[in-house]
């Protein structure tokens, strides 16, 4: 079997969130727990130069990923990814309690997402998405006889080393997303 021309991703498999460190280096993966949707769209902004009632020219400031993500349930590790803030484990089994703080001062760290579909035409289609960060908002929603829902939504500046914006990765063979 080779790899299929045209890829056609169908359904949501799993998204993989990666901290970044303030020296660059990626951690390890984190699964947001029922992963429902991960969405982007490569966007820039213009500056146009306008003379004589038309425009001369038109000049972009640089692309940038927009993202948004939506989970059902809540993991505190992926959480803190994307917020930032401390998780800080007490007690002992069967009585252990994670406790998730975030302080005013703590800022929201960059991090790396990655999204997988299976490709109805074979294998699997990825995106990912380098150096993100959560500038939009950070939601949960609690609601009666409803799931708990995570929502975020930021944007992909690319990688510090490689200028690598986004890439698309569609491999012959369906593979989970390594941490």
């Known amino acids: 079997m080779t790899i299929a021309t045209n890829a056609l991703p169908f359904g949501l498999r799993e998204v993989v969130l990666r901290p970044i460190d303030a020296a660059g280096v990626v951690g390890v993966g984190i699964k ?14 213009f500056e146009e130069l306008a003379g004589d009632d038309v ?9 940038v990923v927009e993202w948004d993500l939506e989970a059902g349930g809540i ?35 960059y991090f790396e997402v ?14 990912k998405v380098f150096r993100c960060k959560a500038d939009g908002a950070l939601e949960g929603e609690f609601g009666n006889g409803a799931f708990f829902l995570t929502a975020a939504s930021g944007k992909g500046y690319g990688d510090a080393t490689s200028d690598e914006l986004y890439k698309f990765i569609h491999s012959e063979t369906a593979a989970a997303i390594t941490p």
């Open 32 to 45: 947001l727990p029922a992963a429902r949707t991960f969405s982007f769209s490569e966007t820039e902004d």
């Open 55 to 63: 425009i001369q020219a038109s000049h972009g400031s640089g692309p």
């Open 75 to 109: 993991s505190i590790a992926a959480y803190k990814v994307m917020a930032g803030g401390a998780s800080v484990d007490t007690g002992t089994t069967p009585a252990v309690v994670r406790t998730f703080t975030k302080k005013r001062t703590d800022a929201r760290p």
């Open 114 to 127: 990655e999204g997988r579909a299976i490709s109805d035409s074979g294998g699997d289609v990825r995106c």
